[in-house]
């Protein structure tokens, strides 16, 4: 079934000559059916790119799904034009009253600063608050999953001495999670991150379960118990070559605290395609999140969501 989108965004280009479903507005307003509502409040530096990742994968499951992208209000952007924000976008204040079944925070390249020096992280912790009576199950990413635990559970992000990035293993620490129902006893799943959370920290909330973690990569997936917030700190919506751009763009930079992305090209050879090891675990998952956490326990009526 498709992903409902505007008529005239760009990754609809993209995500059809994939083959993804792609529904425009025009054609969905002739189906009698209530797609899913998920809000993308989107908090990534090229956001065209970071839109048509999370839009494959919402699209590439059994539910029609209807997305909103939303974007802070207090950050101007300095690598998306204006004409697409103010075409595809609303900020948080013109969403406010809406209810949702699922919003998704992305991750943001701010994780060096402290959560109060971000200049959205006030509009952030009121959308936080604000997603508990409107939005029924919330997915944060990356920096946001620690925003998130930050925020809600102080749970603390420690600074890493290099740079972690690369294509990790992980395993279940839950038996049976519907989170992960579908994919392998090992999977593989990128990072790009300067932060981390610490498992310790994590065990000793009464309120979460470590989902799900790697030997290299520590704290990969963070639920709360009743499933409602789902904290992710890899990315599993990356394209295949992001990471590769991600090397690039720092070494041209000047950054000296990073080093080639670990378990990535082949041989370590840069010059390599990378591999592409991740994309059945963003599929399952954000299959699984549709459906088990959002779909089956939403009300058809959002308005009595609570």
Known sequence: MPVKVPDSLPAVRVLTEENVFVMTEKRAASQDIRPLRIGVYNLMPTKEVTETQILRLLGNTPLQVEVVFIRPAQHVSRHTPAAHLEAFYKTFDE???????????????????????????????????????????????????????????????????????????????????????????????????????????????????????GRESGVFIVAEKNGRHIYITGHVEYDADTLAREYARDLAAGRTDVDLPQHYFPDDDPSEPPMFRWRSTGTLIFANWLNYYVYQVTPYDTGLIR
């Not at 944060?140 to 925003?147: D, H, L, M, N, T």
Request: charged share 25%; glycine share 6%; hydrophobic share 40%.
């Open 95 to 213: 969403v406010r009253d809406q209810k949702f079944d699922g919003l998704i925070i992305t991750g943001a390249p701010v994780e060096k600063l402290d959560f109060e020096e971000v200049n959205y992280w006030n509009e952030l912790k009121e959308l936080i608050d604000w997603a508990d009576a409107h939005v029924y199950s919330t997915m944060y990413i990356c920096w946001a999953a620690q925003a998130g635990l930050y925020y809600r559970h102080g749970i603390p992000k420690y600074p890493l001495p290099r740079k972690l990035s690369g294509v990790f293993s992980h395993r279940a620490e839950v038996r049976n999670y519907p989170l992960l129902r579908g994919l392998d006893d090992r999977f593989y799943a990128p990072h790009s991150r300067y932060t981390a959370v610490s498992i310790e920290d994590i065990a000793r909330c009464d309120d979460l379960l470590l989902v799900s973690s």
